[in-house]
């Protein structure tokens, strides 16, 4: 995994932002996968800002996004779907039809969960996948013991999570328990994965996840196994991590290979730096 840490979330926004406007400049008609939560807010953020300022075009974008809690509808304040529009999609030019969230009232989950994952099949697969990390160490709403190679289903939250959440519903008893998630294994066939973490209620779980053994007990740790995934952290989501030296040189490297000023015999054969 290639570990950036930057100095605040605002930093770390900002770079994860310059990430997706990238491969929507290189690639207009790609396709994102999309998270809900505080973490990516800023990030949205930014590319709304971007859009309006420079002229970033999501007309031809695809999105889906990770998961739905289960008996909200798509109008429900809470819904991940409403969270998309009012964060994003209100403020970009993104074509309604290209956007995907579960539906948290399907009349039948299965089918549901199969048309889902059929349909990014169908659109080519996920670009690039924005994460966000829970404090018990999940992707998506793939709680801990998660199936590792587990697809687009239902899952029961964890009373950590239905914690977390309780602060969006106004209590804990109003937090739904079921959600509609993409499984781990769905997330790992992405092309390309930004895990975001910001705050020190993180740090655990990003050492975890980064420096910690592959297990189904931290779904995120799962990401070790994909071949290109960039973690973006603040400082204080970091602390725990012990190679931190070593992550800073990769990218003050990374930098030079970028900017051509590899030391190598001949530049066309500088090395890009794999996590
Ligand atoms: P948060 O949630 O961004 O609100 O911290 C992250 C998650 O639970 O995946």
Do not use: W
């Amino acid at each position: 995994m290639r570990v950036i840490i930057e100095i605040d979330s605002e930093a770390a926004s900002r770079r994860a932002a310059k990430f997706v406007a990238d491969l929507v400049r290189k690639k207009p008609d790609c396709v994102l996968g999309l998270a809900t939560g505080s973490t990516p807010l800023a990030t949205y953020r930014e590319l709304i800002r971007l859009h309006r300022e420079e002229a970033l075009d999501f007309s031809q974008i695809t999105t889906f996004n990770l998961d739905e809690y289960v008996g909200l509808s798509s109008i429900h304040p809470q819904s991940y779907r409403q969270f998309m529009q009012i964060n994003l999609f209100d403020h970009i030019n993104i074509n309604p039809d290209l956007t995907n969230v579960p539906d948290g009232r399907a009349l039948d989950f299965e089918a549901h969960c199969r048309q889902y994952e059929q349909r990014i099949k169908d659109a080519g697969g996920i670009d690039l996948q924005i994460l966000g990390i829970g404090s018990d160490g999940h992707i998506a709403f793939n709680e801990p013991g998660s199936s590792l190679g587990s697809r687009t289903r239902l899952k029961s939250l964890t009373s950590e999570t239905i914690r977390d959440n309780a602060r969006f519903f106004g209590g804990e008893d109003k937090v739904p328990r079921l959600a509609v998630t993409m499984g781990v294994g769905t997330i790992l066939e992405s092309r390309r994965c930004i895990l975001l973490a910001f705050g020190a209620h993180k740090a655990m779980a990003v050492k975890e996840t980064v420096e910690g053994p592959v297990t189904a007990q931290v779904t995120a740790s799962a990401l070790q196994l994909h071949r290109e995934v960039i973690g973006v952290f603040d400082e204080a989501a970091a602390r725990l991590l012990v190679r931190r030296d070593y992550y800073a040189d990769v990218e003050k490297a990374q930098t030079l290979v970028e900017s051509g000023h590899f030391p190598s015999p001949s530049p066309s054969s500088a090395p890009s730096l794999k996590p």
